[in-house]
């Protein structure tokens, strides 16, 4: 809302004049991305929570560097508190989640409950300046 503040004998009085439009878009963004070191990860939380991202289901493959352990519960606490914390910051009007860790060929759940359409598969490595890997 936009309101105009006033004071009037030691009262406080806001006058409404403008219902501001809901900021969220209807397209909703899940976003399955390998695990990767804590300091990194929590940056990559808060950057998808700027960015629009609605859900972020981190995902453990064969050439995952970090370790699930029992303490997931407490880290998933945390990356959801994270992001509770990134959502107020940029004035989201939705909370991201941040799910349970999930192995590689448990994508496919994602896509039969028609959250994950997995279509293209795309080597990025160019922007890293890396050479593009073949035969991927």
């Known amino acids: ?4 503040i006033h004071f009037h004998e030691k009262q406080l009085y806001a006058s409404i004049f403008e219902k501001l439009k809901k900021q969220e878009e209807n397209l909703k963004i899940t976003l399955i991305q390998g695990m990767i070191k804590k300091e990194k990860w929590e940056l990559l939380i808060q950057k998808c929570c700027e960015l629009g991202v609605t859900d972020i289901v981190p995902m453990i493959s064969s050439r995952t560097v ?24 940029c004035k ?37 300046g890396a050479s593009p890997r073949r035969g991927t």
């Open 92 to 128: 989201r009007d939705s909370l991201v989640k941040v799910a349970t860790p999930i192995r590689y060929h448990d994508i496919i759940k994602y896509k039969n409950r028609g959250i994950y359409d997995i279509q293209t598969r795309c080597d990025l490595s160019f922007w890293a």
């Open 1 to 4: 809302y936009l309101a105009k």
């Open 66 to 89: 970090v370790k699930v352990s029992k303490d997931d519960l407490k880290k998933k606490e945390r990356y959801n508190k994270i992001a509770l914390e990134a959502c107020e910051q």
